[in-house]
């Protein structure tokens, strides 16, 4: 065999016993991401990919019941969610959710003790905390001249075909329970009954149910009261001055909304990892300072926008005290949804 061919093989057998390493080295591993509508900047899954040479199906949701429905119906591909408190103790009741290995989120050191060991997860063995927010009104302060402080301005007739409410069970009842001196909790039927009467008769004035873009119809000037999440409302007040958000005088909900892993994942150390890195400091203040709700990170707190932090000293104690957690149910649930098809179906 002369020199030449002699490299041939030499080369030929390398390459071939090379081919399935470059083909195994090709197909990345997924990480399935679901998390709620506007949630996350555009770096840190650009980042994420490139750091742990990984791809990452990034999907969204704007409702609890919509990711516990998915989970239910069982799919099987998503590897981190962030489901909110009371929906946290509804998925680890169900056995929906895998206990975390906090050795591999060496970062929830950095989470803000305030924010762990809730009741809905206490030791938090399933979720860590992730963001926080209150839910009150989003207005239009060049179109709305009176006060807006109570709830009750939703039910205004001279405000027909602006008024935009949340499309979540919880949050638009709890309204008008909270109008009627109800807890949002309550498994009064007489309650509950009379909430879905202020609902219905409110119905006609609403242009949309909407849990996620709501701030949208009041950035156009299509809605001038929106019921809403407090970060999106910020966020559309910084583009437009005129838009003000407020908790009504008859308080509201807070929540807290976590990482959490299903118990069906196809890829949990990633997930862990993926957890880990949003968990730093300087990644969570850049992905707050986006979405504009509270992070639940201490060590992101300083380097959180000034305007952001802001909004947590509007809270004052008082205020505090008459904003409720979303609690879960439990059996009650049924005829809470039960309302509530009858409400979007009428
Ligand atoms: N656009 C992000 C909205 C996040 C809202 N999570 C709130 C859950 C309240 N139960």
Redesign the pocket.
């Known amino acids: 065999m002369n020199m030449l061919k002699r490299y041939a093989l030499l080369f030929g057998s390398f390459f071939l016993l090379t081919l399935p390493m470059a083909g195994y080295a090709a197909e990345k591993r997924v990480l399935n991401v679901y998390n709620?509508?506007?949630?996350i900047d555009e770096q840190t899954i650009p980042e994420f990919e490139k750091a742990f040479n990984v791809k990452v199906n990034y999907d969204v949701y704007?409702s609890?019941e919509t990711l516990l429905a998915k989970l239910q119906a069982g799919a099987t591909g998503f590897d981190v969610i962030f489901p909110?408190?009371?929906?946290v103790e509804i998925m680890i009741k169900l056995g929906l959710l895998e206990p975390l290995d906090k050795s591999k989120i060496s970062n929830c050191a950095t989470l803000d003790p305030a924010f762990l060991n809730q009741p809905f997860d206490p030791g938090n063995q399933y979720s860590l905390p992730f963001?926080f927010?209150t839910?009150g009104i989003g207005y239009r302060s060049d179109k709305i001249t009176k006060p807006v402080d109570s709830w009750k301005v939703l039910f205004d007739p001279q405000y027909e075909g602006r008024i935009v409410m949340l499309d979540?069970v919880?949050?638009t009842l709890g309204v008008a329970l909270k109008l009627v001196g109800g807890s949002i909790n309550t498994k009064n039927p007489d309650e509950l009954e009379k909430a879905k009467e202020m609902i219905l008769k409110q119905k006609p004035l609403v242009k949309a149910y909407l849990a996620?873009q709501a701030e949208q119809l009041l950035l156009s000037g299509d809605a001038w009261l929106v019921h809403n999440?407090s970060?999106?409302i910020y966020r559309a007040a910084a583009e437009n001055p005129a838009i003000a958000y407020v908790i009504p005088e008859e308080g509201s909900?807070k929540?807290l909304?976590n990482f959490a892993i299903p118990v069906s994942a196809q890829n949990k150390e990633l997930a862990h990892q993926f957890i880990n890195f949003l968990l730093q400091p300087e990644v969570d203040a850049r992905i707050h300072n986006k979405?504009y709700?509270l992070s639940t990170n201490k060590a992101a707190f300083p380097l959180l926008d000034p305007a952001l932090r802001a909004t947590l000293e509007t809270l004052s104690p008082e205020l505090l005290g008459k904003l409720e957690f979303?609690q879960d149910l439990g059996k009650e649930t049924r005829f809470w949804d039960k309302i509530w098809t009858e409400i979007k179906t009428q």
């Not at 709620?36 to 949630?39: C, I, K, L, P, T």
């Not at 909110?84 to 929906?87: F, G, L």
């Open positions: 709620w509508d506007d949630y704007d609890n909110s408190d009371y929906m963001a927010g839910v979540d919880r949050e996620g999440w970060g999106d909900t929540f909304d979405v709700f979303v």
